[in-house]
């Protein structure tokens, strides 16, 4: 079977990632020493054995305590530089990165030190590895209208750093419709707009997002394949669905990765891509996620085409990089 290697080796973009969710135990735990901060666990191998989750939240509340050890400008670097090499090695030639400003704003680290750090990895990565990488800012669905319109505000000194926004965290209980104003005004200031919505929650969420947030691509969006109607409509508008197989797995969204609902999304003719979302907590980066994929449910090479394609078509990089792979 030569299929792991023509997916290992084909060119891609990534559109699903949260940097904060590329920071593995290893760099953690020394960013912990050199910024004296305290971490609930005693070891690199006790944290990684706190990785067993049973659904989105148990994940969200290790994954927000990891994110407490990022202090300094440099953190941001290091965390992003760490994943933009990792990309290089996986053939990723271009990355829509998450951030979660709030993550880090609520613990008084200012919003400059995160996106100028983030920005400055991103720049070397154009220079340095040639991969072409750019940030969508997410607010985060469990806080409030009010924190995401002030975190909008404080990040509008460094627009220009940053080409999108997203919304991710707790889904269940916090639909789109929430977050409608901030949207619109995101709309008027140009952003780029996508949604997580239908990872764990239903369709009606995917609905508000397309309809009320007015977004361009659903991440994750499995939960899609229950609705026919919204089905036809995500293949009519080409609306991708940036869709993160191991997350699913390890969040148990699906109880094994043969039960995987992509190929079935993909051959419904939907605009669908693969991704890591947190590789460093869910065990993988793309090139995993795509052969572990494989190895449970048989992509095909015109799969593999397809899946590779997809991914720059859907991506916001600038139009002389996409017609390159489209
Ligand atoms: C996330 Cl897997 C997932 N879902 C929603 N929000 C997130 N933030 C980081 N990873
Ligand atoms: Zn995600």
Same mark, same amino acid.
């Given at each position: 079977?030569?299929?792991?290697?023509?997916?290992?080796?084909?060119?891609?973009?990534?559109?699903?990632?949260?940097?904060?969710?590329?920071?593995?135990?290893?760099?953690?735990?020394?960013?912990?020493?050199?910024?004296?901060?305290?971490?609930?666990?005693?070891? =690199?191998?006790?944290? +990684?054995? !706190?990785? @067993?989750?049973?659904?989105? $939240?148990?994940?969200?509340?290790?994954?927000?305590?990891?994110?407490? #050890?990022?202090? &300094?400008?440099?953190?941001?670097?290091?965390?992003?530089?760490?994943?933009?090499?990792?990309?290089?090695?996986?053939? #990723?030639? +271009?990355?829509?990165?998450?951030?979660?400003?709030?993550?880090?704003?609520?613990?008084?680290?200012?919003?400059?030190?995160?996106?100028?750090?983030?920005?400055?990895?991103? +720049?070397? /990565?154009?220079?340095?590895?040639?991969?072409?990488?750019? %940030?969508?800012?997410?607010?985060?669905? &469990?806080?409030?209208?009010?924190?995401?319109?002030?975190?909008?505000? $404080?990040?509008?000194? &460094?627009?220009?750093?940053?080409?999108?926004?997203?919304?991710?965290?707790?889904? #269940?209980?916090?639909?789109?419709?929430?977050?409608?104003?901030?949207?619109?005004?995101?709309?008027?200031?140009?952003?780029?707009? =996508? /949604?997580? @919505?239908?990872?764990?929650?239903?369709?009606?969420?995917?609905?508000?997002?397309?309809?009320?947030?007015?977004?361009?691509?659903?991440?994750?969006?499995?939960?899609?394949?229950?609705?026919?109607? %919204?089905?036809?409509?995500?293949?009519?508008?080409?609306?991708?669905?940036?869709?993160?197989?191991?997350?699913?797995?390890?969040?148990?969204?699906?109880?094994?990765? !043969?039960?995987?609902?992509?190929?079935?999304?993909?051959?419904?003719?939907?605009?669908?891509?693969?991704?890591?979302?947190?590789?460093?907590?869910?065990?993988?980066?793309?090139?995993?996620?795509?052969?572990?994929?494989?190895?449970?449910?048989?992509?095909?090479?015109? &799969?593999?085409?397809?899946?590779?394609?997809?991914?720059?078509?859907?991506?916001?990089?600038?139009?002389?990089?996409?017609? +390159?792979? #489209?």
């Amino acid at each position: 079977d030569r299929l792991p290697e023509l997916l290992r080796r084909m060119p891609k973009a990534e559109l699903h990632i949260h940097i904060e969710g590329s920071l593995e135990p290893e760099l953690m735990f020394a960013m912990a020493a050199r910024n004296g901060v305290k971490l609930p666990y005693a070891s =690199v191998d006790e944290l +990684r054995r !706190a990785y @067993a989750f049973s659904n989105l $939240q148990s994940f969200l509340d290790i994954y927000y305590a990891g994110a407490s #050890v990022l202090l &300094h400008e440099q953190d941001f670097f290091d965390m992003a530089w760490a994943y933009l090499q990792r990309a290089r090695a996986d053939n #990723v030639l +271009r990355a829509d990165i998450f951030f979660d400003p709030q993550t880090h704003t609520a613990r008084g680290v200012a919003m400059g030190t995160v996106v100028n750090g983030l920005y400055r990895a991103c +720049r070397q /990565a154009r220079t340095e590895l040639g991969v072409d990488a750019e %940030l969508i800012l997410c607010f985060l669905r &469990h806080l409030s209208e009010a924190e995401a319109f002030d975190t909008l505000e $404080q990040a509008l000194p &460094h627009r220009d750093k940053f080409i999108g926004v997203g919304l991710d965290s707790s889904e #269940v209980g916090h639909p789109p419709e929430k977050f409608a104003r901030v949207y619109a005004k995101c709309r008027e200031l140009g952003l780029h707009l =996508v /949604a997580h @919505a239908g990872e764990e929650g239903p369709p009606a969420y995917v609905w508000t997002a397309l309809d009320l947030l007015k977004v361009e691509r659903i991440d994750h969006g499995v939960q899609s394949s229950k609705d026919p109607a %919204l089905m036809e409509r995500l293949k009519q508008d080409r609306i991708a669905l940036t869709v993160c197989p191991l997350s699913n797995l390890k969040l148990c969204v699906f109880p094994k990765l !043969a039960d995987h609902n992509l190929k079935q999304l993909l051959e419904a003719g939907l605009a669908v891509t693969v991704n890591s979302d947190d590789p460093a907590y869910f065990g993988g980066y793309i090139n995993d996620n795509f052969v572990q994929l494989h190895e449970a449910v048989g992509l095909t090479a015109q &799969h593999a085409y397809q899946l590779a394609r997809n991914s720059f078509e859907a991506s916001f990089a600038p139009p002389e990089l996409k017609q +390159r792979y #489209v």
